[in-house]
């Protein structure tokens, strides 16, 4: 059984910094696609990176520039750096595993695998 495990998530200020972390466990193979996902209160979740295996990257508009998506396979680790957060990226951040598909410009993960979610909060 697949289970995708994140840390990592607390309280920073404005301007601030925090690295997510994601530990997959549990399955042979491997996912194409990782990526992570937010979901502000009241808000749809939405997908901010996402990452191909040994492969290239792709993120949202709005962290472009500030976040960035990686990972070690050797330690079945996905990370997401954020940097200059801002109180709109408060959120619950969510790893997630699956296939891979390419629209819009942009790689994005089809779902199949979710973490239980780690909380991001930013104040001004």
């Known amino acids: 059984q697949v289970q995708l495990v994140e840390s990592g998530g607390g309280s920073v200020q404005s301007g601030g910094s925090l690295r997510l972390s994601c530990a997959a466990s549990?399955?042979?193979?491997?996912?194409?696609?990782m990526g992570w996902f937010r979901q502000a209160q009241g808000k749809e979740r939405e997908e901010v990176a996402s990452?191909?295996?040994?492969?290239?990257?792709s993120s949202a508009d709005s962290v472009k520039g500030r976040f960035t998506i990686s990972q070690d396979n050797a330690k079945n680790t996905l990370y997401l750096q954020m940097n200059s957060l801002k109180p709109e990226d408060t959120a619950m951040y969510f790893c997630?595993?699956?296939?891979?598909?390419?629209?819009?410009?942009?790689?994005?993960?089809?779902?199949?695998?979710w973490g239980q979610g780690t909380q991001v909060t930013v104040s001004s």
């Open positions: 990452i191909v295996r040994n492969g290239p990257t």
């Open positions: 997630a595993a699956g296939d891979c598909t390419y629209y819009g410009g942009q790689w994005h993960v089809l779902v199949q695998h």
């Open positions: 549990g399955y042979s193979g491997s996912s194409d696609c």
